[in-house]
């Protein structure tokens, strides 16, 4: 079964600041999805951002980007000129290219921004 | 487009009853996915449905179980409540094909007593 490690249950960034989002996955897999997800205290879940496995490019959206380490099996979240409004709990997840749509999720990192 | 929606959005429930949750998806989504949150468990996943068929299951016992209609309303049903039952449950809905995201509803939130 794959697994995803987020090692940071809590992370702090001043606002317009960079903050770097650790998360680990375990998997035999050559074709998957990876995704980071947002989840603020309102409780509905927003994608930040997604990487295929077999583009090498990191994705980036906006102020939000990825470094994908294939071999290394990680992928941070790195969220540029941090707002308030990006406090909320970070999710790492991952899904395998043919299983439809069942995440799996990691544990969890929560951002706070401060003024 | 309206999002996904579930309801209701708060629920209490006594051990030993039954909870039918609601997921109305995004329109023309044929996808549905549920998943259970927990502080001690984290997002697990539940089940999903495409095409009114169940395509994954995750690892939770047969009194959780779920359906999907034609219209892709999707509908969850646990049965014999039990504390730990206790949890956000999120619906997130897509289009169907693996490269298409998903979309999150707000959740139900079950408190079972």
């Known amino acids: 079964a794959q697994t995803v490690t987020q090692s940071q249950p809590e992370m702090s960034v001043q606002e317009a600041e960079t903050v770097t989002l650790s998360c680990t996955y375990d998997?035999?897999?050559?074709?998957?999805?990876l995704f980071w997800y947002k989840q603020p205290p309102s409780r509905q879940m927003i994608l930040v951002i997604r990487?295929?496995?077999?583009?090498?490019q990191n994705a980036t959206e906006n102020r939000f980007s990825v470094n994908f380490q294939k071999a290394a099996k990680s992928f941070s979240l790195k969220i540029s000129d941090s707002q308030l409004g990006d406090a909320a709990m970070y999710f790492c997840?991952?899904?395998?290219?043919?299983?439809?749509?069942?995440?799996?999720f990691g544990k969890g990192t929560s951002l706070l921004v401060t003024p | 487009k309206a999002g996904v929606t579930q309801t209701p959005r708060y629920l209490i429930k006594t051990r030993g009853q039954q909870v039918t949750l609601s997921c109305s998806p995004i329109?023309?989504?044929?996808?549905v996915s549920w998943y259970q949150q927990t502080p001690g468990q984290g997002l697990q996943f539940l089940f999903e449905?495409?095409?009114?068929?169940?395509?994954n299951k995750g690892n939770f016992p047969g009194r959780f179980s779920g359906r999907q209609f034609s219209n892709s309303r999707s509908e969850m049903n646990v049965s014999t409540l039990e504390l730990g039952d206790s949890a956000l449950y999120l619906c997130?809905?897509?289009?169907?094909?693996?490269?298409?995201?998903?979309?999150f509803g707000p959740g139900t939130r079950l408190t079972v007593t």
């Open positions: 997130a809905s897509s289009q169907g094909q693996s490269s298409y995201e998903q979309y």
């Open positions: 998997t035999s897999e050559s074709d998957y999805y």
């Open positions: 990487q295929e496995a077999y583009k090498q």
């Open positions: 997840a991952y899904r395998r290219e043919d299983s439809g749509y069942a995440l799996n």
């Open positions: 329109s023309g989504h044929r996808s």
């Open positions: 449905y495409f095409s009114e068929t169940q395509r």
